[in-house]
Nanobody, 121 residues
């Protein structure tokens, strides 16, 4: 089993910045991808940023140019740098890791419990 814990959420003013972290524990043989999802009140959870094993990234149009996803290969962690925040960025943010726990293990996705981001003046 792999555990995922997000941190770094909180209250930010419009135009401000926050940096979310995603820390994993448990045995990871390969970390294939890290992704961040957001769930705004009353909305479905949506993927907003994704980084693959080749460091290629994709972003939702709503965050492109403002958010940056990254990962630390040695520590099997990830982060989401969020700049120029707007009230529309308010929501619960979840980290997802796509891993294999052994050389022949299947790929499995694990989720964190989420961290709340509120953007308000």
């Amino acid at each position: 089993q792999v555990q995922v814990v997000e941190s770094g959420g909180g209250l930010a003013q419009p135009g401000g910045s926050l940096r979310l972290s995603c820390v994993t524990s448990g045995h990871i043989y390969s970390l294939f991808a890290v992704a961040w999802y957001r769930q705004a009140p009353g909305n479905e959870r949506e993927q907003i940023a994704y980084i693959a094993s080749d460091d290629s990234t994709t972003y939702a149009d709503s965050v492109k140019g403002r958010f940056t996803i990254g990962r630390d290969y040695a520590k099997n962690t990830g982060y989401l740098q969020m700049n120029d925040l707007t009230p529309e960025d308010t929501g619960a943010y979840y980290c997802m890791v796509d891993v294999a726990e052994s050389p022949r293990g299947k790929r499995t996705r694990y989720w964190g419990q989420g961290t709340q981001v509120t953007v308000s003046s």
